[in-house]
């Protein structure tokens, strides 16, 4: 029987190492982390605490707690947390799948959780663990999308404005800052500079008089790059991006809470009532930083055992058609009847690879892990299976069963990970190409004139930034023209500009080829999911698209392997 059931949430994932050493089995000791940071201001602590031990069956409780404070400041929020405990040996064998740390009360900044009946994997008067804190994040503003996009695009665009890379206009800042930008940029991002540029000429001089240097920095770096610089003065922030209709950060700036002074986890456990505790501190070992790896995708499925026969599966799938298969039956092992619980990666974008599968049953707080099958898997990675083994749930078959499943997936490609990101600015960009506003470049593809911005284009592809450099300036288009010292458009003096400026003949590549070239140009992202992605990966070559480049690597890769295993089950491969 299957039913198909679409992703109930989907969150960033950040994830934190720590080693405890030398833990008392004995006596009640709560360890704490020093304050750990996410950005500028940004922090976390976690703490362990072993309680209510048993000497007679050599187990202990471990109580779990976490802190977070000053997130919105960055425009996320922490939404739920995960703590898996791990024997602290090279095979790092898990105990009993994730724990699901719960807030403490509404609205808090405290998440708790325990493992009753631990049994410490090696024996004595002290152990020591290994634990794994997963944080599931979201963003405060539903613009303020969590995606896939190339790491080097900040860096092209915001890089692009500093080295003043074909710049038209120049602000001047209460009279004492000047910074250079890009007309068609500014203007596409916010309408209240596309009025004021209007009504300047370019290459002259606007002056801003109302926003403090520091704070109009900051805005143009949010203009150029869709993010918030690391230290920001939220409350003058967003009286900037009020007046100038930045939407995106006005709502950033408006949810970004006063920041919270992160108290001591120690003297914050304090204000709870809690059993007698010996409160030493101790340094953390960190395996590595906080940083951002990949999505947690949640599905809810419910199985009814009484009118459900098994087989029983589920079809489950996202938004941007990622697929999977849930399956539940039952078999015999070792003269006792059991089930399994099967999760099948279906489709996957090419770069995307399932890594953790775990599933809470009803409303247990602690979760069933699958581990993955590798004879099952096949060898292209978006065709993953993960598997395990549970208890027979006849007892429950009068009441209907639950099954949450949270599933870790990250992109295997360099250079091409999930971001934060205002998702209005690839919106406003690319629309603003397909309608020619402001665009001042055409490229001559086939039969095909596509328009184009050229600020755009020669910062984040230098290859098409020499051919425009080219045809602006009556130079060979075979000859390398360095762009890298020109201040702006029509500013050397050397070269007389051409009247037939505007346009740049591509040849060797299909104008629908040179589209979804261009659409990831101008937002980092893709378009679409490519099939047949030859073509494009002769492109970005052809242009020097590296991570582009690396993206249709992995899928061609993919494709290897596809065609390899489907050819050696039919035994057809030589």
């Known amino acids: 029987m299957e039913a198909s059931t679409g992703v109930k949430d989907s969150s960033a994932m950040m994830q934190f190492e720590w080693k405890v050493s030398d833990i008392v089995f004995k006596k009640s000791v709560l360890i704490a982390t020093e304050l750990l940071k996410f950005g500028n201001t940004a922090t976390l602590q976690f703490g362990i605490k072993n309680c209510r031990y048993n000497e007679e069956f050599h187990t202990t409780t471990l109580e779990m707690y976490a802190v977070?404070?000053?997130?919105?400041?960055?425009?996320?929020?922490?939404?739920?947390?995960?703590?898996?405990?791990?024997?602290p040996l090279e095979n790092r064998r898990r105990h009993n799948g994730k724990l699901r740390l719960k807030r403490k009360y509404s609205g808090d900044n405290l998440f708790t959780g325990k493992f009753d009946e631990y049994q410490p994997f090696q024996g004595g008067s002290t152990f020591s663990v290994s634990l794994n804190f997963c944080l599931c994040l979201g963003a405060t503003t539903p613009n303020f999308s969590y995606r896939l996009r190339d790491d080097i695009f900040k860096m092209d665009m915001w890089t692009a404005a500093e080295k003043c890379l074909f710049t038209d206009v120049e602000f001047v800042v209460q009279k004492s800052y000047r910074v250079a930008a890009h007309r068609c940029l500014v203007a596409l991002r916010s309408p209240v500079l596309a009025a004021i540029?209007?009504?300047?000429?370019?290459?002259?001089?606007?002056?801003?008089?109302?926003?403090?240097?520091d704070i109009f920095q900051q805005l143009l770096y949010f203009i150029y790059t869709g993010q918030l610089l690391q230290a920001c003065d939220h409350q003058l922030l967003w009286i900037a991006a009020e007046k100038y209709q930045v939407e995106t950060l006005k709502e950033l700036c408006r949810n970004a809470?006063?920041?919270?002074?992160?108290?001591?986890?120690?003297?914050?456990l304090k204000?709870?009532?809690?059993?007698?505790?010996?409160?030493?501190?101790?340094?953390?070992?960190?395996?590595?930083p906080l940083l951002l790896e990949g999505i947690i995708l949640e599905f809810n499925c419910t199985w009814r055992p009484a009118s459900e026969l098994l087989p029983r599966k589920w079809n489950l799938r996202t938004d941007d058609q990622i697929s999977f298969t849930a399956t539940v039956k039952r078999f015999w092992k070792e003269s006792s009847?059991?089930?399994?619980?099967?999760?099948?990666?279906?489709?996957?974008?090419?770069?995307?690879?399932?890594?953790?599968?775990?599933?809470?049953?009803?409303?247990s707080d602690q979760s069933l892990s699958l581990k993955h099958d590798a004879n099952q898997s096949t060898g292209f990675r978006s065709s993953q299976r993960f598997a395990n083994t549970f208890l027979n749930l006849e007892n429950c078959s009068h009441r209907p069963i639950r099954l949450t499943f949270y599933v870790h997936v990250r992109c295997c490609v360099d250079h091409f990970n999930y971001q934060f990101f205002d998702s209005l600015m690839e919106t406003q960009l690319w629309a603003a190409a397909r309608d020619r506003v402001l665009t001042d470049v055409?490229?001559?593809?086939?039969?095909?004139?596509?328009?184009?911005?050229?600020?755009?284009?020669?910062?984040?592809?230098?290859?098409?930034?020499?051919?425009?450099?080219?045809?602006?300036?009556?130079v060979d288009p075979s000859e390398s023209v360095d762009t890298s010292n020109w201040?702006?458009?029509?500013?050397?003096?050397?070269?007389?500009?051409?009247?037939?400026?505007?346009?740049v003949t591509i040849t060797d590549v299909d104008a629908s080829v040179f589209e979804q070239l261009l659409y990831f140009l101008y937002t980092g992202t893709l378009k679409d999911a490519v099939e047949d992605n030859v073509h494009l990966y002769e492109a970005a070559e052809q242009f020097q698209v590296e991570t582009l480049i690396l993206i249709c690597c992995s899928q061609q890769r993919d494709n290897v392997a596809a065609y390899i295993t489907i050819n050696s089950s039919s035994g057809e491969i030589k």
């Open 487 to 503: 201040r702006s458009v029509g500013e050397s003096a050397s070269h007389q500009v051409n009247p037939h400026s505007r346009r």
């Open 337 to 363: 009847r059991v089930m399994e619980l099967r999760f099948d990666s279906n489709r996957l974008n090419n770069q995307l690879l399932p890594v953790d599968v775990n599933c809470f049953i009803n409303s």
């Open 257 to 268: 809470e006063p920041i919270q002074h992160p108290d001591d986890l120690l003297r914050f």
């Open 271 to 288: 204000t709870i009532p809690l059993e007698q505790v010996d409160t030493t501190k101790r340094d953390v070992t960190m395996e590595y």
């Open 68 to 87: 977070a404070h000053n997130f919105h400041q960055v425009g996320i929020v922490v939404k739920k947390i995960f703590c898996t405990v791990y024997e």
């Open 442 to 474: 055409e490229f001559i593809v086939g039969e095909e004139v596509i328009a184009a911005h050229r600020p755009i284009i020669a910062a984040r592809c230098p290859i098409l930034a020499s051919r425009i450099a080219a045809a602006d300036y009556q």
């Open 197 to 213: 540029c209007r009504n300047h000429s370019p290459l002259v001089d606007v002056y801003i008089d109302d926003v403090r240097p």
